[in-house]
C-alpha cells in the first residue's frame, strides 16, 4: 500500500485555473502507475487522468481533456494535476490514486483496489 497525501484544492471562478498535488510515501514510487478522480456530490467517483510509472504515456476522460495535464516527478515522490478553463462540472473532490499494472487498470480503478488519498475538495463557481 502507498500512502497518499493530495493538497492544492480550493475556490476558483469559472475560466481560472488549479494544480493539486499528490505526494506519494513510497521507496518504489516509480513503480506505480498513478491517477486522479473526482467524485461529485449524488454521483459516482470517476476517471480523470492516469499517467504511466515513466510519466511517458498520459490518459483523459474526455470531459478534461485539452483542459487537465497530468504529470510526476519520481525523484520527489509527486504527481500532479494542472487544471485549466474550469467549469462549474469540475466541481468535486479529487482523490489521487496508485496502482501496479497499467493505465488501462487505473482507468477502472475503484474504492477497495489500489492506494487511494483522502481527497481534496474543487469548487468552481460561475
Known amino acids: 500500500q502507498v500512502q497518499l497525501v493530495e493538497s492544492g484544492g480550493g475556490l476558483v471562478q469559472a475560466g481560472g485555473s488549479l494544480r493539486l498535488s499528490c505526494a506519494a510515501s513510497?521507496?518504489?514510487?516509480?513503480?506505480?502507475?498513478m491517477g486522479w478522480f473526482r467524485q461529485a456530490p449524488g454521483k459516482e467517483r470517476e476517471f480523470v487522468a492516469g499517467?504511466?510509472?515513466?510519466?511517458?504515456?498520459?490518459t483523459y476522460a474526455d470531459s478534461v481533456k485539452g483542459r487537465f495535464t497530468i504529470s510526476r516527478v519520481n525523484a520527489k515522490n509527486m504527481v500532479y494535476l494542472q487544471m485549466d478553463s474550469l467549469r462549474r462540472e469540475d466541481t468535486a473532490v479529487y482523490y489521487c490514486?496508485?496502482?501496479?499494472?497499467?493505465?488501462?487498470?487505473?482507468?477502472?480503478?475503484?474504492?477497495?483496489?489500489?492506494?487511494w488519498g483522502q481527497g481534496t475538495q474543487v469548487t468552481v463557481s460561475s
Open positions: 490514486a496508485a496502482n501496479l499494472g497499467s493505465l488501462a487498470n487505473m482507468m477502472r480503478l475503484r474504492p477497495g483496489f489500489g492506494s
Open positions: 499517467i504511466s510509472w515513466s510519466g511517458g504515456s498520459t
Open positions: 513510497t521507496r518504489t514510487f516509480s513503480d506505480y502507475y
